[in-house]
């Protein structure tokens, strides 16, 4: 045996990231990773390059990509034609994933619609599961009837308010793991676009939920990127504790991502501003993904434990939405070191930001029974 070999045992500690000799031999079948020498006592042999090509593979899918897209990657060479032909390639893959999640959102909203009932749709609700399994999709009629359930089940929701709490007990995850104020954080995120899978994308560094209580508890200034971001704020509660609302993009016709985005980039004044925020702010980023990019540089110029350091905020929530800047500016502000709150990948908008912050606050403070807290009523005595 070739000292310089390794073993498939060998092979898979070497690279790591959870690989097992049964993800090896799979990678084998699919063409991925090429079949090996063997030993004398056929034992599959592997060298150095079977290492960085297994090390890549194990890259690319915990970055996401699947199997037949990483061998599409990988068999691809550098030069100019080739690298054309791969992007083409990647996008129809790209649209048939995107037909695949379509298709389940469907199947996705059909359960939700029967999942998603409160108890006083639960008689109706049993209804038509019983009447789901003896449906005859063969008839016409059979189609009809089914159209009928859902017409009947529709019907309630004239009779009462819907019962967002309890719909979505039933269609959460679990989440006992993670501590109260976690629990209705994400519960209010989810309540604040509709998807249920946005759980899975939503990040909290260890320390964020305790350091946003401190600094909310302590009056700290909240800074936004744009004023649609500030408008959807809980500014009773907000007024209450003693924060302050700045606005970066102080423009009140910039309301979209793209126009923030080129904002931003176009007003220095802006970017100047950003390093004037007091320290231990909360930074509520929904909209531009340079502002949170600026927001990174910023932190890790001297490094966060610095005194020198340019912002040192107690919290960031990086929300924004974008297809390339937004998810990489996520990625940095998750290796930054300092308390943050975020949603991977491409999603986002003011709207999940604003709801973040709003329901830490809320954790803090009940919603007092008036709005004399707000800046515009001088005579509280007239609530």
């Known amino acids: 045996m070739n000292a310089s070999c390794l073993t498939i045992k060998e092979l898979t500690d070497a690279v790591g990231g959870g690989l097992t000799p049964r993800m090896v031999r799979h990678y084998h079948q ?152 976690e629990q209705h954080l994400i519960s209010q995120l989810v309540l604040a676009c509709g998807d249920v899978s946005l759980v899975s994308f939503v990040k909290l560094s260890r320390d964020a939920i305790a350091a946003s209580r401190g600094a909310l508890s302590s009056g700290c ?33 910039i309301t979209t991502a793209t126009e923030a985005e080129l904002a931003f980039w176009q007003h220095r004044e802006w970017r100047e501003k950003l390093q004037q925020v007091n320290q231990g702010c909360i930074l509520v980023v929904g909209y531009a993904p340079s502002v949170l990019v600026e927001i990174c540089e910023a932190m890790s110029t001297t490094g966060y434990a610095n005194a020198n350091q340019k912002i040192q905020p107690a919290l ?40 973040a912050l709003n329901a830490l606050v809320e954790s803090l403070i009940d919603k007092p029974d008036c709005h004399c807290y707000l800046k515009n009523i001088v005579d509280s005595a007239e609530c």
């Open 30 to 181: 699919l063409g991925l990773l090429p079949q090996p020498v063997r030993s004398p006592s056929n034992y599959r042999l592997y060298t150095k390059k079977d290492v960085l090509r297994l090390q890549r593979i194990v890259a690319l899918k915990q970055q996401g990509f699947q199997l037949n897209h990483i061998r599409n990657i990988l068999e691809v060479e550098p030069e100019a034609d080739t690298t054309v032909n791969l992007m083409g390639q990647l996008q129809q893959q790209y649209r048939a994933v995107m037909q695949q999640i379509s298709q389940l959102r469907q199947t996705a909203s059909a359960l939700e619609g029967l999942l998603g009932r409160d108890r006083h749709c639960q008689i109706i609700q049993a209804e038509v599961l019983a009447q789901l399994k003896l449906l005859d999709v063969e008839t016409q009629a059979g189609l009809g009837g089914l159209e009928n359930l859902w017409s009947g089940l529709d019907a309630e929701i004239h009779t009462h308010s819907e019962a967002f709490t309890e719909s979505l007990q039933r269609l959460l995850p679990d989440l006992s793991h993670r501590s109260e104020i």
């Open 221 to 253: 200034q909240i800074v936004v990127d744009t004023q649609t971001v500030a408008a959807a704020l809980d500014q009773t509660r907000l007024s209450h504790l003693g924060c302050q609302i700045e606005t970066l993009i102080d423009n009140p016709h």
């Open 316 to 355: 960031v929530i990086g929300m924004p939405i974008g297809f390339s800047h937004a998810p990489a500016a996520k990625r940095q502000l998750m290796q930054q070191g300092i308390p943050f709150i975020t949603v991977e990948g491409t999603l986002g908008g003011g709207a999940l930001a604003a709801t």
